[in-house]
C-alpha cells in the first residue's frame, strides 16, 4: 500500500509540471496498428469526436478501426474511427484526393502507399500516396478534422472525392453545395450501431470550381439525398499546390456541425492547429513524468497513456446539445456527454485509473450513464453513437459508478444511480430471471451461462456497497446474497468454475475447453473471476496453500486450448490470456496468498513480452483503452484486482 501511495502523490506533483516537458514525442500511434491490436494511427484530439484517419480495408476483424499495418492501399481518409474494438463500425464520410479524371468505385480511386513515408503522432497523420504522388497530412481538433493535400507541381486544381457510401450499409444520407466554400450533408448507417447519425460540413480554403455528384454528371444538380451518394469537387490550389479543408462533424444536425467548425476552427494554417491540439495531448500525457527505463519502455508506456486518452469520445455539440439513446436530441447541463463506453472491457483497469488521471471527466461518463438511463431507460452495457449494442455481458457501469464513488468522485446523485443499477439488475434480461431465482444460470437456459452468473455476482456486490454507503441496508443486504451466487458454479471436485445443463455438471468436462458456457474463454479463464470474494475462493479451495497451488497450475499447464477457435484468446502463459480481460487481474492474486515475488515475476513477463515498441507491439485487442490501462498500473506498480475495493 505504501508504494500505490507514494506513486499517486507523484502523479498528482506532476500534474502541476506538465508543461515543462513534450511528451508527444514518446508516442508511437502505430502501436497496436498490427497483429490484433485493432488501434488506428489518424490524428485526433484527447478524447476528441473526430478520429481523422486512413482507411485501408472493407470491413473484417482485423480492420476493425479501419486500418492494418499490414495493408498497402489506402482507400482515403475518413473522420470517425473505433480504438481495438472486436468488431468494425464507423469510418464515416470518407475524403479522397486526385487528379485527372475521377473514378467513382473504391478500387478504383484507391491508392498504394508505402510505410516509409508514413508519420504519425498525437494529432497528426502523413502520407504520400503513390498512384498520383499527392502527399496528404491530417490534423484535427475535438470536433473536426483538417486536411491539407499537396498536388504534383504541374497541377493546377484539386480535386477531392466524397464517399458517403464507404463500409457500412447506409440507411439513408444526403449531400449538397451550399455555397463556392461549403459542402453539407449527413449519413445513417447501419452496421455494429443500428441506426448510427453523422452530420457534417466541409469547407475549403479556395472557392469551389466544379461540383458532381455520382450518376449526375453534367447535369449542374447541387444536392442529392438517398442511399448511394458520392461526389467529387474541384478547387483552385494554393501558390505552394495545396489544397485544403476543415471537416465539422456533429451527431445532432448540420447546423450543428457548422456551428463545431466555425467554434474551433484556427484558419488555414494547419501548423498552428496542430500546436493547439499538441497542447492539449502534452496537458493531458503529462500527468504521468515517467523517469528511468529504456526509450522503447518509454514510448511502449507514453502510447499506452495516449491510447487511453482517446476514448470515450465527445458526442455533444459546442452548445452542448447531443444525440441521446433514444434516437432524439438532448442539451446536456451541468455535464459533457460522451459515447463509446466498451465497459466489459473497461471496468477492469482503465476506468480505476481514470478515477485517478481523469476525475472530472469520470463524472462527465457517469453523468453520460445516468442520462442514457433517463433518456433511453436502461445504464449504458456497451453504448456507440447513441446506440445501445449489448455486446457483451454484464452490467459493468454499475463498478464505474461505485468505484468513482468510494473514491470521492461524487457530482452525481447516487440514489439516482442505485435505482438505475437495480433496474437493469431486476430485470430479465440475458438470464437474470433465472439467476434472482435460484442462484446461478443454467445453459439450456441461456447460453455464457457461467461467465454471466460470475459477472453478475460481481455487479450485484457493487450494488450492494453502494445501497450500503446510502444507508439502503435491506437492499444491501439482498444483493450482498446475489454477490455470492458464484459458489454455485464451483465444482468442489476439479476446483474449477463449471457449467450446468438444468441443476447437473456439464459432462464431458475439460477446462481447456472453449464453449458456449463461457464468454470469450474458457473455465481456467474464468474460475478465479471472483474480485468481490477473493478471500471466500481461497476457503472454497481449501485454503491459502491450495488456492495458491491451482493459481500456479493456470500458469504453469499446458497452453493448448480445446473447443473452438477464439480469436480474442492470446497471449497466453499457461492457461492465463493476456490478450483478453478475464484474465487481469490474475497474476496480482498470489499476492493473496502471500506469494508477490510471483506476482512479481509475472508481471515483469507480461510487461516485457507482450508489450513492445512495435506494430504487433499489443497481444490482444485495445479494446477502448483496457489493454493499455493493464500496462500503466502495472508499470506503475499497483493494480485494481477488485473494482470498487
Known amino acids: 500500500m505504501k508504494k500505490g501511495s507514494i506513486i499517486f502523490i507523484s502523479l498528482l506533483a506532476s500534474i502541476v509540471s506538465w508543461s515543462q516537458s513534450d511528451f508527444t514525442y514518446l508516442v508511437n500511434p502505430f502501436i497496436g496498428t498490427g ?12 478524447f476528441g469526436m473526430v478520429q481523422l484517419s486512413p482507411d485501408t480495408r472493407m470491413a473484417d476483424w482485423d480492420g476493425s478501426s479501419g486500418y492494418h499495418y499490414s495493408d498497402s492501399v489506402i ?107 461549403e459542402i453539407r450533408g449527413y449519413r445513417r448507417s447501419r452496421s455494429w450501431a443500428s441506426d448510427q447519425a453523422v452530420y457534417f460540413v466541409i469547407r475549403f480554403e479556395n472557392p ?67 500546436a493547439e491540439t499538441k497542447r492539449s495531448w502534452n496537458r493531458e500525457l503529462g500527468k504521468v513524468e515517467l523517469v528511468g527505463g529504456t526509450r522503447d519502455q518509454q514510448t511502449v508506456f507514453y502510447t499506452a497513456l495516449y491510447h487511453t486518452f482517446l476514448v470515450p469520445n465527445l458526442f455533444q455539440d459546442a452548445d452542448g446539445q447531443y444525440r441521446g439513446t433514444d434516437g432524439k436530441n438532448h442539451k446536456a447541463d451541468g455535464f459533457t456527454n460522451y459515447t463509446v463506453f466498451s465497459l466489459w472491457d473497461t471496468y477492469r483497469a482503465y476506468h480505476p485509473l481514470m478515477t485517478i488521471l481523469q476525475p472530472r471527466r469520470t463524472t462527465d461518463w457517469i453523468q453520460t450513464f445516468l442520462h442514457q438511463y433517463e433518456n433511453g431507460g436502461m445504464l449504458p452495457v456497451w453504448e456507440l453513437a447513441g446506440n445501445e449494442t449489448f455486446c457483451m455481458i454484464g452490467y459493468h457501469s454499475v463498478p464505474v459508478i461505485w468505484d468513482a464513488w468510494q473514491k470521492g468522485i461524487r457530482n452525481f446523485d447516487a440514489a439516482a444511480a442505485l435505482k438505475a443499477a437495480r433496474a437493469y439488475a431486476e430485470s430479465d434480461r440475458f438470464g437474470l430471471d433465472q439467476y434472482r431465482a435460484q442462484g446461478y444460470i443454467s445453459n439450456d437456459h441461456e447460453h455464457e451461462s457461467v461467465s454471466k452468473t460470475l459477472e453478475y455476482a460481481y455487479d450485484d456486490w457493487c ?39 438444468g441443476a447437473m455438471w456439464q459432462k464431458p468436462f475439460d477446462p481447456r475447453e472453449i464453449n458456449n458456457y463461457f464468454t470469450e474463454g474458457n473455465s481456467w479463464q474464468y474460475s478465479f473471476a471472483v474480485p468481490q470474494d477473493i478471500a471466500g475462493l481461497i476457503r472454497l479451495h481449501g485454503g491459502r496453500d491450495a488456492f495458491a497451488a491451482k493459481l500456479d497450475e493456470l500458469f504453469t499447464t499446458s497452453a493448448q486450448t480445446t473447443g473452438r477457435e477464439q480469436a480474442d484468446v492470446t497471449g497466453l502463459i499457461g492457461q492465463y490470456a493476456q490478450g483478453n480481460e478475464p484474465s487481469h487481474h490474475m497474476a496480482y492474486l498470489f499476492a493473496h496468498v502471500g506469494q508477490s515475488w510471483r506476482t512479481e515475476e509475472l508481471v515483469h513477463r507480461i510487461c516485457t513480452d507482450f508489450y513492445t515498441n512495435a506494430p504487433d507491439g499489443l497481444i490482444g485487442n485495445e479494446d477502448c483503452g483496457q489493454m493499455s490501462a493493464w500496462y500503466i498500473m502495472s508499470a506503475l506498480g499497483f493494480y485494481p484486482v477488485t473494482p470498487g475495493s
Not at 154 to 174: E, K, P, Q, T, Y
Request: with cysteine.
Open 75 to 181: 482507400y482515403g481518409f475518413s473522420h470517425t474511427h473505433l480504438s481495438g474494438t472486436g468488431i468494425p463500425d464507423y469510418c464515416d464520410v470518407l475524403l479522397m484526393p486526385f487528379t485527372g479524371p475521377v473514378h467513382w468505385k473504391a478500387d478504383e480511386y484507391r491508392s498504394h502507399f508505402s510505410h516509409r513515408t508514413e508519420k504519425a503522432s498525437p494529432g497528426y497523420y502523413e502520407v504520400m500516396l503513390d498512384r498520383q504522388k499527392i502527399r496528404a497530412q491530417l490534423s484535427a481538433t475535438p470536433r473536426t478534422g483538417f486536411h491539407q493535400y499537396s498536388f504534383p507541381l504541374n497541377n493546377r486544381d484539386g480535386r477531392i472525392l466524397i464517399d458517403l457510401m464507404h463500409r457500412d450499409a447506409v440507411l439513408d444520407a444526403h449531400l449538397e453545395k451550399i455555397s463556392d466554400h
Open 208 to 274: 469551389i470550381t466544379a461540383f458532381e455528384l455520382e450518376g449526375q454528371e453534367g447535369s449542374g444538380a447541387a444536392s442529392k439525398t438517398g442511399k448511394s451518394i458520392r461526389a467529387y469537387v474541384k478547387t483552385a490550389l494554393s501558390g505552394s499546390g495545396q489544397l485544403r479543408c476543415q471537416v465539422g462533424l456533429s451527431g445532432v444536425s448540420m447546423d450543428g456541425a457548422r456551428a463545431n467548425l466555425d467554434a474551433e476552427s484556427r484558419g488555414w494554417d494547419l501548423e498552428e492547429t496542430l
Open 463 to 501: 450494488i450492494a456497497q453502494l445501497a450500503k454507503a446510502l444507508g439502503e441496508d435491506s437492499v444491501a443486504a439482498a444483493y450482498f446474497i446475489r454477490a455470492q451466487s458464484y459458489k454455485n458454479l464451483f465444482d468442489p471436485e476439479t476446483h474449477h468454475m463449471r457449467g450446468k445443463i
Open 35 to 46: 497483429g490484433h491490436g485493432h488501434t488506428y494511427p489518424g490524428a485526433s484530439a484527447p
